[in-house]
């Protein structure tokens, strides 16, 4: 069964350096997300992303955060200049409808440990 | 603003005993709820969703409009159900809003 793949799955880095965290969505799927969740805290929504641009961003998605479909497989997440805050789990999801007709499958995960 | 409570963040139960663990939501339309599973270093899974109307697992959940609730269910509860549990809602637009997780441990 095609799965979400996430890389790396631990990324340790200092604060105010760039990180950029790489998802392989499912290959027909059209709509991707990057969720993120805080030790101790829920799954918060980032940004979806649609036919190359964005369809929707949460607040905490500010100009440091940034997302590309470089290549036609990889989705990315791009973080400039990393806070202590910035510290969290990074999943990527994927789905092949928009809305109410599908479910989102998610990959493992990027541990995001900022320094 | 959607949001979804989940009251318990861990909830015991004995092995063969019923479970459930509560999801209650506020939102003025007809959201979409989801229940997603999390085992032991292992990623979030669909569980169910209430339009689907099944089972998995045994597990069951019913949409309560009138109480804005989706409670998840299972008769007897057994030891490989020991994960992380998450409530989600989605109305409209395609983001997920989850709760806060309940983490249920089942003794054996």
């Known amino acids: 069964e095609p799965e979400v793949t996430q890389t790396p799955s631990h990324q340790v880095t200092q604060m105010g350096q760039e990180v950029i965290l790489r998802c392989v969505p499912i290959?027909?799927?059209?709509?991707f997300y990057w969720y993120r969740q805080i030790l101790g805290q829920k799954v918060e929504f980032l940004v979806s992303?649609?036919?190359?641009?964005?369809?929707?961003k949460s607040e905490i998605f500010d100009d440091q955060f940034s997302v590309e479909r470089p290549d036609g497989s990889n989705f990315t997440l791009k973080i400039r200049s990393t806070k202590l805050e910035d510290s969290a789990m990074y999943f990527c999801?994927?789905?092949?409808?928009?809305?109410?007709?599908?479910?989102?499958?998610f990959g493992p995960g990027t541990r995001l440990t900022v320094l | 603003a959607q949001r979804v409570t989940q009251p318990e963040k861990l909830l015991s139960v004995f092995k063969g005993a019923p479970v459930e663990l509560k999801c209650n939501y506020s939102?003025?339309?007809?959201?979409?709820l989801f229940w997603y599973v999390q085992y032991s270093r292992q990623r979030l899974q669909l569980l169910l969703r209430?339009?689907s109307r099944e089972s998995i697992k045994g597990f069951t959940a019913d949409l309560n409009k009138g109480e804005t609730s989706f409670h998840l269910k299972k008769p007897f509860a057994q030891e490989e159900d020991s994960a992380m549990y998450y409530c989600?809602?989605?109305?409209?637009?395609?983001?997920?809003?989850f709760g806060t997780g309940t983490r249920l441990t089942i003794i054996p």
């Open positions: 999801a994927s789905g092949g409808k928009r809305g109410g007709t599908d479910t989102q499958y």
């Open positions: 992303f649609y036919n190359n641009e964005i369809s929707e």
């Open positions: 939102y003025s339309g007809s959201p979409e």
């Open positions: 290959s027909n799927h059209l709509y």
């Open positions: 209430h339009i």
């Open positions: 989600a809602l989605r109305f409209g637009n395609e983001k997920l809003t």
